[in-house]
């Protein structure tokens, strides 16, 4: 039965993708519709498997303790738990570490590494999503290129605060609304003047 469940499911992945490349060539006008209805149903199944987790895990702990026996087998299975537990985690900051020191991610030094005489790029682009399954429209411009700031999603846009470029850091807080085909930009109080430098 578990062999065969196995490969219903290899089936089902296998169908999937190739259900998939067929909508995206042959049907390019009716394929985002298409998605976002297909879309309905992976969130129904997903949302259906997180409702089962919790009293799942529950469940298997008070069954699995209840069947311990003794106190000192508890503490040999917390202590083994806490083991694997604290490695994992170990494991998964380490290798963060070292891919983050690796690939650099957005560092934006497009020529060349810092150290090999690269020039970090600023961007000012903004990119708008107008519906969720709709196409990324592009061609609005920041006042200005910046980074490192503060960015909050509101009901009347998205909210941004602070930042920096090559030269200075900015104070400057602005709502960025899409209101009718365009972007808005909404000016507020700026953020106080720090006393240092961070």
Known sequence: ?????TQYIL??????????????????????????????IAMLFLRLIKMIIAPLVFATL???????????????IFAKTMGWFVSASFVSLLLGLVMVN?????????????????????????FVL??????????????HPIAYGVCASAPEGVLCAGGSDAHQD????????????KIEIRNFPPLPQM???L
């Not at 900015?170 to 085909?181: A, M, Q």
Request: no cysteine.
């Open 1 to 5: 039965m578990s062999n065969r469940f």
């Open 11 to 40: 089936i089902a992945m296998v169908l999937g993708i190739v259900m998939g490349t067929l909508i995206f060539n042959y049907m390019p006008d009716s394929r985002v519709e298409l998605a976002g209805d297909i879309n309905l």
């Open 62 to 76: 008070v069954g699995g303790i209840a069947h311990m026996g003794s106190g000192a087998k508890l503490g040999r």
């Open 102 to 126: 690796l690939l650099q991610p957005g560092a934006n030094f497009p020529g060349a590494m810092p150290w090999e005489g690269g020039q970090k790029v600023w961007h000012d682009s903004i």
């Open 130 to 143: 107008p519906k969720p399954q709709g196409r990324w429209l592009t061609g609005f411009k920041l006042p």
């Open 170 to 181: 900015f104070r400057e807080v602005f709502l960025l609304s899409w209101k009718n085909g």
């Open 195 to 197: 006393p240092i430098r």
